[in-house]
């Protein structure tokens, strides 16, 4: 833009001070330093470009049903649990930032590309209600029936539902007043990575013996 303006107003202004030989002169001079300022403003050095992940509106929860049948288990069962309480869920924010180019061989070259992505992580603490206990343990657990481990949450506790167990302390903290879920077994997990599976939570199961 600044290359065009300049170079009509140098000829102009070249053919005011020196008819005919004046305008081409201007409108090489102000071509010249019209193009300076194009590469200064919107040139390959000036490029930031700016890439945003996409960004939690709604968190869809696996079921949890007011009245649901709690499951007796004898021996070894593989079950899919029932959300009892949930905290919801914590937004991370993670920028990277990533520049290409900067002139070749001599100093001449293209300039530089500034590309910065932006993420949203997030995780959530549940806890989710398996059968009534007490049971003896759990063994592997699935999200969307694929196995996972620690790498997915930032601590996992086991309640085996018997009668003297005590009220989860990140229940009770969050809440101020938590029931123990006696005679219940259940599992809390805290920080749960729930971007992995497309920002939801997933359809927990959970292999047991009792």
């Not at 949890?64 to 593989?78: D, E, L, M, Q, T």
């Given at each position: 833009?600044?290359?065009?303006?300049?170079?009509?107003?140098?000829?102009v202004?070249?053919?005011?001070?020196?008819?005919?030989?004046?305008?081409?002169?201007?409108?090489?001079?102000?071509?010249?330093?019209?193009?300076?300022?194009?590469?200064?403003l919107?040139?390959?050095?000036?490029?930031?470009?700016?890439?945003?992940?996409?960004?939690?509106?709604?968190?869809?929860?696996?079921?949890?049903?007011?009245?649901?049948?709690?499951?007796?288990?004898?021996?070894?069962?593989?079950?899919?649990?029932?959300?009892?309480?949930?905290?919801g869920?914590?937004?991370?924010?993670?920028?990277?930032?990533?520049?290409?180019?900067?002139?070749?061989?001599?100093?001449?070259?293209?300039?530089?590309?500034?590309?910065?992505?932006?993420?949203?992580?997030?995780?959530?603490?549940?806890?989710?209600?398996?059968?009534?206990?007490?049971?003896?343990?759990?063994?592997?657990?699935?999200?969307?029936?694929?196995?996972?481990?620690?790498?997915?949450?930032?601590?996992?506790?086991?309640?085996?539902?018997?009668?003297?167990?005590?009220?989860?302390?990140?229940?009770?903290?969050?809440?101020?007043?938590?029931?123990?879920?006696?005679?219940?077994?259940?599992?809390?997990?805290?920080?749960?990575?729930?971007?992995?599976?497309?920002?939801?939570?997933?359809?927990?199961?959970?292999?047991?013996?009792?």
């Open positions: 833009m600044a290359r065009i303006v300049l170079t009509v107003g140098g000829a202004l070249g053919n005011l001070l020196l008819p005919g030989l004046g305008q081409a002169i201007g409108g090489a001079i102000g071509s010249y330093v019209g193009g300076i300022i194009d590469q200064q919107f040139g390959e050095g000036a490029r930031n470009n700016v890439v945003t992940g996409p960004r939690l509106q709604d968190l869809r929860v696996q079921s949890s049903g007011y009245g649901s049948v709690i499951p007796r288990v004898y021996g070894k069962a593989r079950l899919s649990g029932n959300v009892i309480w949930m905290r869920f914590d937004e991370e924010t993670r920028t990277q930032t990533q520049t290409v180019g900067g002139g070749g061989k001599g100093g001449g070259g293209g300039g530089r590309q500034t590309t910065t992505t932006v993420t949203y992580v997030y995780f959530c603490d549940v806890a989710v209600a398996l059968c009534e206990g007490p049971i003896t343990g759990i063994g592997k657990m699935f999200a969307d029936g694929n196995a996972i481990g620690s790498e997915h949450y930032a601590a996992r506790r086991v309640y085996l539902g018997d009668a003297t167990q005590s009220a989860d302390p990140l229940i009770a903290a969050t809440e101020g007043l938590a029931p123990a879920y006696r005679e219940l077994a259940y599992v809390v997990l805290e920080r749960f990575a729930i971007t992995p599976f497309g920002n939801r939570l997933p359809n927990f199961s959970f292999e047991l013996t009792a």
